[in-house]
T-cell receptor, first 115, second 115 residues
Framework: AQSVTQLGSHVSVSEGALVLLRCNYS??????LFWYVQYPNQGLQLLLK??????LVKGINGFEAEFKKSETSFHLTKPSAHMSDAAEYFC?????????????FGKGTKLSVIP | DAGVIQSPRHEVTEMGQEVTLRCKPI?????LFWYRQTMMRGLELLIY????????DSGMPEDRFSAKMPNASFSTLKIQPSEPRDSAVYFC?????????????FGPGTRLTVL
């Protein structure tokens, strides 16, 4: 069975600083990977997804993530944090061919941005 | 499109009462998912439907939980009787099809508190 581990349940960065949210996966085959964001009192929204087309994936709001098979990682980055980035971020995984209904979410990382 | 619509947004009830949560998926989406989010367990898939038919309900915690989808535009999640440990945020999501690269679109959630 596939799983994801998000290192750090809380991350704080200063406004303008680099954002790095870590996600490592466990899967018998290279999976498809997703990052979702949840703003306070809202549902989850897709930021980006890796579907094997390219290892560096660019998403909305200036975020990107790089799939590294050798490190079984899919870390989310943004060069410069904005106050509006404060939210909870979820990494999710599904094995290819399993269907989107096999999506397994990590526990989430809450990002705080300090002015 | 209005996105996935859930009602109510907040529900406070007493132990033993019946609770019904409602969801309207995005028009044209064939898959509907119900998730539960808690601090302890994170985001868990409870059940999902394809073309109004329940496909996998293995995530439903107990017989007290039931879900229906009488038509393509409406689904309910019912808890009867409710217990304090059912307190959580319940999300409904829908996707266009069941491909593993398909994006799931989440509703804003229903925050359930059982006293």
């Amino acid at each position: 069975a596939q799983s994801v581990t998000q290192l750090g349940s809380h991350v704080s960065v200063s406004e303008g600083a680099l954002v790095l949210l870590r996600c490592n996966y466990s899967s018998s085959v290279p999976p498809y990977l997703f990052w979702y964001v949840q703003y306070p009192n809202q549902g989850l929204q897709l930021l980006l997804k890796y579907t094997s087309a390219a290892t560096l994936v660019k998403g909305i709001n200036g975020f990107e993530a790089e799939f590294k098979k050798s490190e079984t990682s899919f870390h989310l980055t943004k060069p410069s944090a904005h106050m509006s980035d404060a939210a909870e971020y979820f990494c999710a995984v599904t094995p290819p061919g399993a269907g989107s209904y096999q999506l397994t979410f990590g526990k989430g990382t809450k990002l705080s941005v300090i002015p | 499109d209005a996105g996935v619509i859930q009602s109510p947004r907040h529900e406070v009830t007493e132990m033993g009462q019946e609770v019904t949560l409602r969801c309207k998926p995005i028009s044209g989406h064939d898959y509907l998912f119900w998730y539960r989010q808690t601090m302890m367990r994170g985001l868990e898939l409870l059940i999902y439907f394809n073309n109004n038919v329940p496909i996998d309900d293995s995530g439903m915690p107990e017989d007290r939980f039931s879900a229906k989808m009488p038509n393509a535009s409406f689904s309910t999640l019912k808890i009867q009787p409710s217990e304090p440990r059912d307190s959580a945020v319940y999300f409904c999501a829908s996707s266009l099809a069941g491909a593993d690269t398909d994006t799931q679109y989440f509703g804003p959630g229903t925050r359930l508190t059982v006293l």
